[in-house]
């Protein structure tokens, strides 16, 4: 098994920057994407970032390109997503989350955290 524990949420003004970690412990040998995704109240949860093990591979979500910054230091099995220009729209919980390839879907993720509030005001 693999546990992610995702920190550093919290309450920012709109046009301020977080950095969320997300820490990997257990079997991660399985593990060679990590991603971030994001549920607001009401809504579906959505794809954020995605980062390869050797980090040579990124994606983003349109809504966060330019402004978001996803990566990762294997040594410590640790991810990062920089979060830059915080919009009151980027309110949500933010879950971390592992899989065995590069992957945009969620149910493509087999390891889940338990999520951290990201809360923008404007």
Do not use: H
């Not at 693999?2 to 970690?21: D, F, T």
């Not at 149910?107 to 889940?112: P, S």
């Amino acid at each position: 098994q693999v546990q992610l524990v995702e920190s550093g949420g919290g309450l920012v003004q709109a046009g301020g920057s977080l950095r969320l970690s997300c820490a990997a412990s257990g079997r991660t040998s399985g593990v060679y994407a990590m991603g971030w995704f994001r549920q607001a109240p009401g809504k579906e949860r959505e794809f954020v970032a995605f980062i390869s093990w050797s980090g040579g591979s990124t994606w983003y979500a349109n809504s966060v390109k330019g402004r978001f910054t996803i990566s990762r230091d294997n040594a410590k099995n640790t991810v990062y997503l920089q979060m830059n220009s915080l919009k009151p729209e980027d309110t949500a919980v933010y879950y971390c989350a592992g899989a065995g390839t590069n992957a945009v879907t969620a149910t493509r993720y087999d390891y889940w955290g338990q999520g951290t509030q990201v809360t923008v005001s404007s």
